[in-house]
C-alpha cells in the first residue's frame, strides 16, 4: 500500500509530559497533536499500546488485544464523576523525567478501582454509559472474557506465570474456569471496565487528531509475552510441553545492536496450527488494531519469512537457528479477510532475499534507518540516495541512539563518512539527519521526537538486550520551543510533505 508523500513523529505517549507519573491520553496528548498540526507532520507514530510488561517493555505485553490501562487519564475519569478530584501522583516532582513504572503503577491502579467502584454505584445498568459498557463486553468478547479473567487470576499470583498456577486453571479445566469467573466476578468486571475506559479515551484522541489532519501510525509487534492471556487461552498456537513451558524462544542472532544476540524469551508460533485454523488468531489481531490506528508498523517482519529460534535453555542468542514462517500464506488469509491493509514492514537486522521478496510481493513499504547508513560504503541500503520511494525513512528508531548520542559516539570512520555525505561539521547533526530524510524520495519519514529537539544520548528510549532502565524517558514542554515546530514545518514544506502555510502554535508549548 503506497502513502502520501508526508512525514511524521516518533513519541510514544508513556513519554508525555503530566502530573500522574508517566504521559497517558489525557492533556498533553491533545496538545502534542496540535503541536504536530503547528509543526505540518500529519503521523503520530507509537510503539504497541498494550499494557507494558517484563522490563517494563511495550513489546512484552500481557496481552494481544488490551490497551495499557497505565494510559488512561485520571483526570477524565474525574469529570465523569467516578473521582472525587483529578488526583496528583505525590512524588511527581521527582518523575517529571524518568518514569518510575512501579510507582505509577500503584498510583494509577488505586485511582481505577476506585473509579470502578464508583463507575458501579452511579452508572452500571442504570444510564446510557453503563449500557455502553455493556455493549463493549459483548462486542470485544471474543478477547476480553479471557483477558480479564487472566487478569485477575495473575493479580491473585504475582510473580507467578500461568504454566505455574494450579493445574486445573493451567490447563484451562471448564469447571475450574467457571468456579473462578464466580469468585472473581468482581476483579473480572474491574479489568474490562479498564479496557472499556481505554477505548473510550483512545477512540476520542484519535478523533481529534483526525480533525487536524494527524493520521496514527501504530506497532504491532510479531510476538506476545509468554505470560499472556493469548498464550494461556491458546497454547496449541504455540510451541509449547506439556506443561506449558517454551520449548523454543524467539529473538535475533548476533547484530548491530549485541554481539552475542537478543534472547527475547517470547514463545515461537506452531504455524500449522494457525494454517489449519485458516490465521483467524492473526485475523482477528490485525483487525483489533486497524480498527484504532490509521497504519500499521508490523513489528520484526522478517520472522514472517524466518525467525531465529533459540533453544529455550540457552542463555544466549548464538545457538538459536533459523526457522521457516507462513511467508505468503499469512498475509493472502489477512488480504482475503480485511482487503487492502495500510502496512509498514520492519524489515531491519538480517534481511535475506526472501524478505525481500514477501515484502514485495505485497507491496509493502520497508525501512531504512539512516543511522545505520554510515558504516560502510555507497552502496549501503540505508543512505538518502538508495532510499526507496514505497519506504519509510527514520533518522533512528526507538531502539536507536538520538542522533546526536549517535553522533558522539560513532566511530571516525563513520563519523567521517557522514561528515563528507551531509556536509556538516556536526554541530546539528540532528537536523542534518532530518533535512536528509525529508529529502528522500521516500514516501513518508519519521523524526524521533528526541531528535527534532537535538536531545543527546541520555534521552535515549530504550536499548535492545538492556534488562532495566529502558523505556523511561520522559519530555518537558520546556524542551519544545516555537522554533522546533517552525523550523520542522518550513523543511518539510520544502520537501513537499506539507503547506507551506501552517496552523499557530497552541499556547500551551
Known amino acids: 500500500m503506497r502513502f502520501e508523500r508526508a512525514s511524521g513523529v516518533l513519541l510514544h505517549p508513556t513519554c508525555l509530559p503530566g502530573p500522574h507519573g508517566s504521559g497517558d491520553l489525557g492533556p498533553a496528548a491533545y496538545h502534542f497533536v496540535d503541536w504536530l498540526a503547528a509543526a505540518g507532520q500529519r503521523h503520530w507514530q507509537v510503539l504497541p499500546i498494550g499494557e507494558v510488561g517484563l522490563g517494563n517493555s511495550p513489546y512484552m505485553s500481557p496481552s494481544s488485544f488490551a490497551g495499557n490501562v497505565l494510559l488512561i487519564d485520571p483526570g477524565q475519569l474525574a469529570t465523569e464523576g467516578w473521582l472525587h478530584a483529578e488526583p496528583v501522583l505525590p512524588e511527581q516532582g521527582l518523575l517529571e523525567r524518568r518514569i518510575d ?34 455493549t463493549f463486553c459483548f462486542e470485544e468478547r471474543h478477547w476480553l472474557d479471557d483477558y480479564a479473567l487472566f487478569m485477575a487470576l ?29 469468585q472473581l466476578a468482581e476483579q ?32 504491532l509487534p510479531i510476538f506476545p509475552a509468554l505470560n499472556s492471556a493469548e498464550v494461556w487461552a491458546r497454547p496449541e498456537l504455540f510451541e509449547l ?21 537478543q534472547r527475547w524469551g517470547n514463545p515461537v508460533y506452531r504455524w500449522s496450527e494457525h494454517e489449519s485454523c485458516g490465521y483467524n488468531w492473526w485475523i482477528e489481531r490485525l483487525k483489533a488494531l486497524v480498527g484504532l490506528v490509521d497504519i500499521v508498523r508490523i513489528d520484526h517482519f522478517r520472522g514472517f519469512a524466518a525467525c531465529w529460534e533459540i533453544p529455550a535453555g540457552e542463555p544466549t542468542a548464538i545457538r538459536g537457528r533459523w526457522r521457516a514462517g507462513p511467508g505468503r500464506r499469512l498475509f493472502d488469509a489477512l488480504g482475503a479477510a480485511l482487503g487492502p491493509l495500510p502496512l509498514i514492514a520492519e524489515d531491519l537486522g538480517v534481511v535475506t532475499d526472501d524478505v525481500v521478496e514477501l515484502r514485495r510481493q ?10 545505520f547508513g554510515f558504516t560502510s560504503d555507497a552502496d549501503n541500503p540505508h543512505l538518502p ?42 554541530r546539528e547533526i540532528h537536523w542534518d539527519l532530518i533535512r536528509a530524510a525529508s529529502s528522500t524520495v521516500a514516501d513518508l519519514v519519521i523524526f524521533p521526537m528526541q531528535d527534532v529537539l537535538g536531545l543527546d544520548g541520555a534521552h535515549r528510549l530504550n536499548r535492545p538486550g538492556q534488562e532495566s532502565g529502558c523505556w523511561e524517558w520522559r519530555l518537558t514542554w520546556s524542551q519544545v520551543k516555537p522554533a522546533h515546530a517552525e523550523r520542522l514545518s518550513a523543511l518539510c514544506a520544502a520537501h513537499g510533505r506539507c503547506e507551506f502555510s501552517r496552523a499557530p502554535l497552541p499556547s500551551e508549548v
Open 101 to 134: 513504572f512501579g510507582a505509577v503503577r500503584r498510583f494509577r491502579m488505586e485511582q481505577l478501582h476506585r473509579a470502578h467502584a464508583r463507575f458501579r454505584e452511579v452508572a452500571l445498568d442504570r444510564d446510557a454509559r453503563g449500557q455502553a459498557f455493556v
Open 154 to 182: 495473575a493479580a491473585q499470583r504475582p510473580g507467578r506465570p500461568w504454566n505455574e498456577w494450579d493445574g486445573p486453571l493451567a490447563r484451562r479445566d471448564p469447571q475450574a474456569l467457571h468456579r473462578a469467573q464466580r
Open 188 to 219: 473480572v468486571g474491574f479489568w474490562k471496565f479498564c479496557q472499556w475506559i481505554f477505548r473510550r479515551q483512545w477512540t476520542e484522541l484519535r478523533r481529534y487528531a483526525h480533525s487536524r489532519g494527524v493520521g496514527l501510525i501504530g506497532d
Open 241 to 261: 510441553d506439556s506443561g506449558g513451558r517454551p520449548t523454543v524462544v524467539a529473538g535475533v542472532p548476533p547484530d548491530y545492536f549485541s554481539q552475542t544476540g
Open 362 to 371: 505485497f507491496e509493502l513499504p520497508g525501512m531504512h534507518v539512516l543511522q
Open 385 to 426: 540516495h538508495r532510499c526507496a520511494r514505497n519506504a519509510v525513512v527514520y533518522t533512528g528508531t526507538h531502539d536507536n541512539d538520538t542522533a546526536v548520542g549517535w553522533w558522539h559516539s560513532a566511530g571516525a570512520r563513520e563519523k567521517g563518512y557522514a561528515s563528507l555525505y551531509l556536509g556538516t561539521d556536526g
